[in-house]
């Protein structure tokens, strides 16, 4: 039963050092000096370069001299900086050269670490100022942390010298006086956290505020004080016997201990402290100075005492391993998460991988947690609105605006070029509603179908030999004379023909610009101004000039009326000339009102009624004569000066209108009237013989008369100079007539010759039936010319059945029904296999998430089995420390027999959950299943290229049927391309289903390896669950040695108390006997009987106690005696028992390093 005992011992659960679980935890401290030697500096150092002579009191006025010679740092004169280690020996301490100051001592640790304690034993004459430094960041910058000195306000003025009550301040510590001897060992101490003693702040705050550095220096600044002796002067120094520097690694309260760390310097197994924590709290980093990879929902902040701040993990739903604090989330969710996850796996995305990626939708028979919940959709990224992921609720693909099917891949009808970065997904067609027959285009391509003489991508150009003339809804002949031109195209938008040298006109067949009549006869210059005229210049007819807007006359070198007269430019007339002319026409309605108001003439027939229209009519006339012609002085003044008696007569009216007598005359208007009517008369007559002199002027407008006669004038020499040039063209031009007549007469009779030679060899050839065989495998025999063809018809008739597969085609015809027919045939093939290709695909997708899901069982048996790994190391541990203490317990001369016989009493009472042989027979279960588990990452390594076989396949497989389906646009080589797509869709199918086929034997592979994996998982919890009972036996175990061993120490402390009354009643002993040999003899000289014999029976009394104590004594160290030999023989008992347990320990050590193997084998899976 004992055995059985240590075995269930070796189960246990060792105890933490230090509890983390209530609040913040720190290491324990150790010497952050030692194995860093090399890290120590001194500025100064004596004996370097030679040996140097101190000179140090001894005994009374006197002195001794030493030598330092630290040229060999081992020998036994040196006294270098490694000498104030703790392991250097009594004999050892560091000292500077003599009478230099300042010196300073530097610890680089080049890590962070807290320092709880700094000790300096100091050798020699104590300094009388120096100042403790530290650095966080590693010696570019150092704060003081405290000031000593003999006399602070002398050493360091301005420093204080009260204990701060403030985290940030500083102070001065006056030193304790050395006494008489100045050279006797002085020990300092600093603690930072004593030094804060009494800044009320929680201790944890100190310890994260005042302890942490990341080196340490002491700079001495002022020799110590040495007595003067006769003779030679004492030497003054620093040195140092010791220097420890207490602390641990700095870890913010949320580790317990530090981890060591493996160095390739064989001088690191000295070093005591290492910076790495032991991190607890979901914490990590060397310093756990951040929060875990997947433990970022909250900030990170130190612990402190009764609030641990752990950190706590992000909500992923298992789909991502790390995640980020992110300070904006935290705030917009009221303080409460502020973890964003990163890399989401198992095809999830968002801040907490709770939505699928693009290309994935939710799995309805999955949850959101779970490895598989995302599944792959089939919506297309390019035509759906939110990237090809579908809809959460019913799968479904939401299509763009313009894109239509059940997958959103194909444009709607009227719709081309499907692309992802169109918003609407497809473009419309833009077929021109001129030149093409609908509006319907090629979905991938955006062609449109065109109507005869039209082409491009919208129909909207004219083909080659056509042009479309403005507003007109056809393309039209260009019609370009065949000789006159270079060729029978023209521009697509003016239709003009590419014309000849001395040829113009739209399709050639006339005069270049410029110029006019028939070019056969000579075409003529246009006699016309080219800066008045438009680019062709006169009409090609009647050489009449065809001038600008703006411009007039014969030969377009005048200014037209409203324009200014500044030819060329001829702009528009100011405002100011339309206003006056307004005005003019305001005047004459004016006086056409007032005509009906005059009376008639004394004496005469008519009614002064008449006088308006007869001013109107002279100021008409006046007017029109001096804006026509350019008048003579004397005539513009005679004009004027009617023009004033005018405004005069108008006055007159004027008050005439406004007098009391309507019938009142004026004096003399009657001759006044008439010498205006003659003079209108005299200038009548001039006018007309200006106005006959210029009727062929093309505007009514006369202000340019004189310019218009010259323009005539020049004109006219200009035809005259023609037509004396133009006698000898009409005398070339007859003779080439008459030479082309004749050139045709003796040519027209040999062109009937040959056309009539033509008609009747059309008669008999060209025989189309030999074409018709090659076209169409006509079976006529009979000759077929295009003059005579008679008989049946030259193909067979519409409906007849094609040639079938497998026959030969003879003839275009036949070929391209029979590649129609395969066309669509390869096209239902290509259906067929797109739908095989899909499933293909959804396969390999189920085989990828089946992977991921073995690679997490893996990874998860791999954590356990390290996790039990982990404990049973401990209980191992735990277990030998308890066989240590037990052993320690039972081999103790001091323990009380009673308690050991309880122990041996429970031991051999104590009962365990299970037999040995059970406990046996499930570890040798573990480890035979432990040594059959599936090499899961064979499997997975296995897996990996059939999965990339597969998608291979998958690949090719889309490539072979793109390339199908590019095969229908080579039409020269369709039925070759057919029978080549023929054996590459059967290639294909066959490639595709032994891709099928392999990702089933993966699947298959991966289901056995999951299902070996789950009995491995299973048998571990039955260890762990067999295991778990034996804890608490072992805990009263524990308990009941540390009273049994708290109880002999009592008894130990008992024995030693009854010991000494044991020894103290012995000597009361001898002392009375010693008495009572004296009272013996002086009994018979001491006086009468009586008192005689009261003296001996007190005598007697005495001898009887001392006898009954003396047996008593004698009795109890012959118990003492025997229960010692109990002893003995039930630790004997208990020892060669315990060495039976050798041999299931060193089993269960194999079995640990097997599980260890395995969980190192499946660690490697996880990725």
């Known amino acids: 039963m004992k055995i059985f005992l240590l075995v269930a011992a070796i189960a246990a659960v060792t105890q933490a050092q230090t509890d983390c679980s209530q609040g913040a935890c720190y290491p324990p401290s150790d010497d952050l000096l030692l194995g860093r030697v090399n890290q120590l500096h001194a500025s100064s150092t004596c004996g370097l370069t030679g040996s140097e002579i101190y000179c140090t009191p001894y005994q009374q006025r006197r002195m001794k001299c030493c030598p330092c010679d630290s040229r060999n740092p081992n020998g036994q004169l040196a006294h270098t900086v490694q000498d104030v280690l703790s392991t250097s020996g009594p004999d050892k301490w560091w000292q500077t050269k003599k009478d230099v100051s300042p010196v300073t001592l530097e610890l680089d640790l080049n890590s962070l670490f807290q320092l709880d304690n700094l000790v300096l034993s100091f050798k020699g004459p104590r300094p009388s100022a120096f100042v403790i430094e530290k650095t966080l960041d590693n010696g570019k910058t150092w704060q003081p942390a405290l000031y000593l000195a003999t006399d602070c306000p002398k050493a360091f003025p301005g420093i204080p010298t009260t204990t701060p009550l403030s985290l940030e301040d500083t102070y001065c510590y006056t030193l304790p006086p050395t006494g008489a001897n100045p050279y006797q060992d002085h020990t300092i101490q600093f603690s930072p956290l004593r030094q804060y003693a009494y800044v009320p702040v929680t201790k944890s705050q100190k310890i994260e505020d005042t302890t942490g550095l990341t080196g340490l220096r002491v700079r001495f600044t ?506 000898n063209k009409v005398k070339e031009s007859a003779d080439v007539r008459q030479e082309t007549t004749d050139l045709q007469n003796q040519v027209q009779p040999a062109n009937t010759r040959d056309l009539d030679k033509l008609n009747q060899s059309m008669a008999s050839r060209p025989d189309l039936t030999p074409v018709a065989k090659q076209v169409c495998d006509s079976a006529r025999v009979e000759p077929c010319t295009p003059l005579q063809c008679e008989g049946g018809d030259l193909c067979p008739p519409e409906g007849t059945p094609p040639c079938k597969k497998g026959q030969k085609c003879v003839g275009a015809l036949p070929l391209s029904k029979r590649a129609e027919a395969d066309a669509k045939d390869v096209k239902d093939r290509l259906d067929k296999l797109t739908g095989k290709i899909t499933e293909a695909a959804e396969k390999l997708q189920e085989t990828q998430e089946t992977t991921n899901q073995v690679r997490l069982s893996a990874e998860k048996l791999s954590n356990k089995m390290k996790q039990a790994r982990d404990e049973l190391e401990e209980d191992l541990k735990e277990t030998h420390d308890v066989v240590k203490e037990l052993k320690d317990f039972l081999s103790d001369p001091s323990s009380n027999l009673t308690r050991i016989q309880e122990v041996s009493d429970w031991i051999l009472k104590a009962k365990l959950p299970l037999s040995l042989a059970a406990l046996k027979r499930k570890l040798e279960e573990l480890k035979n299943l432990a040594a059959n588990l599936p090499d899961s990452t064979a499997v997975l390594n296995e897996a990996d290229p059939q999965l990339e076989a597969a998608k291979k396949l998958l690949q090719e497989a889309q490539d072979a049927r793109d390339t199908a389906q590019g095969v229908k646009a080579d039409v020269d080589g369709l039925l070759t391309g057919f029978s080549s797509v023929e054996g590459s869709l059967s290639d294909l199918e066959d490639r595709l289903q032994n891709s099928m086929d392999l990702i089933d034997n993966l699947n298959n592979s991966l289901t056995k390896a999951k299902d070996q994996l789950s009995p491995a998982e299973k048998a571990l919890d039955d260890v762990s669950t067999l295991i778990k ?106 020892l060669q028992k315990s060495t039976k347990l050798e041999g299931l320990d060193a089993k269960l050590q194999d079995l640990l390093a097997k599980l260890r193997k395995k969980a190192q084998d499946l660690s490697t899976c996880q990725g």
């Not at 910076?275 to 902040?301: I, K």
């Not at 008495?1075 to 003296?1095: C, F, I, M, T, Y």
Request: net charge negative; with cysteine; glycine share 10%.
């Open 222 to 727: 002022e020799l110590g004080d040495v007595p003067r002796l006769p003779g030679r002067a004492l030497s003054r120094f620093y040195a140092l016997k010791e220097m420890r520097v207490m602390g641990s690694c700095m870890c913010h309260g949320h580790a317990n201990r530090c981890l060591p760390e493996s160095y390739n310097n064989p001088l690191s197994n000295s070093i005591q402290v290492n910076p790495q924590c032991d991190c607890q709290h979901n914490t990590a980093g060397v310093n756990c100075e951040r929060c875990a990879d997947l433990y970022n929902d909250l900030p990170w902040r130190p612990a402190e005492e009764g609030n641990t701040h752990t950190c706590q993990r992000c909500e992923c739903n298992n789909h991502a391993q790390r995640c980020h604090f992110d300070q904006t989330v935290y705030e917009a969710s009221g303080w409460r998460s502020g973890g964003v996850c990163e890399d989401c796996m198992h095809h999830t995305t968002g801040p907490k991988c709770d939505q699928c990626a693009p290309g994935y939708q939710p799995n309805p028979r999955s949850q959101m947690d779970r490895p598989d919940a995302c599944i792959r959709c089939v919506c297309s990224a390019e035509g759906t609105v939110n990237g090809g992921q579908c809809d959460d609720s019913s799968g479904s693909c939401q299509c763009k605006v313009n894109v239509e099917g059940p997958r959103c891949d194909r444009c709607k009808r009227g719709y081309y070029g499907l692309s992802a970065s169109n918003p609407l997904g497809c473009s419309k067609c833009s077929c021109s509603p001129d030149g093409s027959l609908s509006d319907v285009c090629d979905a991938v391509t955006g062609q449109c179908p065109c109507r005869p003489h039209f082409h491009g991508l919208t129909c909207e150009v004219c083909s080659k030999g056509y042009w479309k003339p403005f507003l007109s809804g056809r393309c039209e002949p260009c019609s370009c004379d065949p000789t006159r031109s270079y060729s029978d195209t023209c521009d697509q938008v003016t239709g003009q023909c590419q014309c000849r040298p001395n040829f113009g006109g739209r399709t050639c067949g006339g005069c270049p610009d410029n110029t006019y009549g028939d070019p056969l006869l000579g075409c003529q210059s246009c006699q016309c101004d080219a800066e008045g005229t438009l680019a062709e210049g006169c009409d090609k007819q009647t050489g009449a000039c065809l001038c600008r807007p703006g411009v007039t006359g014969a030969r377009c070198d005048s200014c037209s009326p409203g324009h200014c007269d500044s030819f060329p430019a001829c702009e528009t007339c100011p405002s100011c000339f339309f206003t006056l002319d307004a005005q003019r026409q305001n005047l004459s309605l004016a006086l056409e009102r007032l005509s009906p108001s005059f009376p008639s003439r004394p004496g005469g027939g008519g009614d002064l009624g008449n006088f308006g229209p007869r001013i109107h009519a002279l100021e008409t006339s006046l007017n029109l004569i001096r804006n026509s012609i350019s008048l003579p002085p004397s005539i513009a003044g005679q004009v004027d000066d009617a023009l004033s008696q005018l405004d005069k007569l108008r006055d007159q009216v004027d008050k005439v209108n406004n007098a009391l007598s309507p019938l009142a005359r004026t004096p003399g208007l009657d001759s006044e009237l008439d010498n205006i009517q003659a003079l209108l008369d005299r200038l009548t007559v001039e006018y007309k013989a200006k106005k006959d002199a210029m009727e062929n002027s093309i505007s009514p407008n006369n202000a340019g008369a004189f310019s218009a006669i010259k323009n005539a004038y020049d004109e006219s020499t200009d035809a005259a100079e023609r037509v004396d040039a133009s006698e």
């Open 1029 to 1134: 009972p034996m804890k608490p036996q072992l805990d009263e175990l524990k308990d009941l040695l540390q009273n049994g061993g708290q109880k002999a120490q009592n008894a130990q402390e008992n024995a030693d108390n009854a010991e000494g009354e044991a020894a103290a009643a012995n000597q009361d002993l001898l002392s009375l006997e010693k008495q009572l040999d004296r009272l013996k003899n002086e009994a018979p000289a001491s006086g009468s009987g009586g008192e005689a014999g009261q003296v001996g029976d007190r005598l007697a009394k005495l001898q009887q106690d001392a006898g009954v104590l003396a047996n008593t004594t004698e009795n109890m160290m012959k118990a003492l005696e025997g229960k010692g030999d109990s002893l003995r023989l039930l630790q004997d008992e208990i």
